[in-house]
């Protein structure tokens, strides 16, 4: 028996009824709607892990709680946390590049969670235009797109080559700017999304 609760309102399900988590998963899914939160047996699962679990067999007794959202309000929301991420990192940029330069271990891990969120917002780029279909022409944006993947570029091969040197100038001259790119984007984004609704 799967009890699942889905927006606040409970049903019970035959567990045998599914294949799998991803079955079930499509079976609850409304039209025009993404998971927001999931719950198995009250644990939190992230959102990130549900491509994992989709192939999993439902346990017989199981609670599985659902929060379903509207597309566009969860991407308001997720736009929102990521332009407020990315203030944050922007403030922290200075010191990254210092730790880099005086060979501290800690601006190495610094520089891999920026490259690892440099990687998310990109994905992020990506998903947005896809949802939203608007194009960099149509925000009309202040930064050039290909200056933007050239710096990443660079970053990448002064990573690759592991010079503090050249990694921090980047880090503290150039970045600010890519930065401040997925800052407009995501912010255009934004605007042209209240404008619809």
Do not use: C, H
């Amino acid at each position: 028996m799967i009890r699942a609760i889905i927006n606040g309102e409970e049903k019970v399900y035959n567990s045998n009824d599914f294949e799998n988590f991803g079955a079930f998963l499509s079976k609850m899914l409304p039209s025009g709607m993404v998971l927001k939160s999931l719950k198995i047996n009250d644990k939190d699962i992230p959102i990130s892990f549900v491509e994992e679990l989709k192939g999993a067999k439902i346990d017989e007794d199981i609670k599985i709680e659902m929060e379903f959202v509207n597309t566009v309000e969860f991407l308001k929301e997720t736009l929102n946390d990521v332009l407020g991420y990315i203030n944050n990192v922007k403030v922290l940029l200075p010191q990254v590049a210092s730790s880099l330069i005086v060979g501290n271990e800690s601006g190495w891990k610094a520089i891999t969670d920026l490259s690892d969120g440099l990687a998310a917002m990109e994905n992020l780029r990506n998903s947005t235009q896809q949802i939203t279909k608007l194009s960099e022409e149509e925000l009309n944006l202040s930064k050039n797109r290909e200056e933007i993947a050239n710096t990443l570029r660079e970053l990448l091969n002064s990573l690759s080559n592991r010079d503090n040197i050249e990694i921090s100038d980047i880090v503290e001259n150039k970045i600010p700017d890519v930065l401040d790119y997925y800052i407009e984007y995501f912010s255009k984004v934004l605007e042209a999304l209240k404008k619809v609704n």
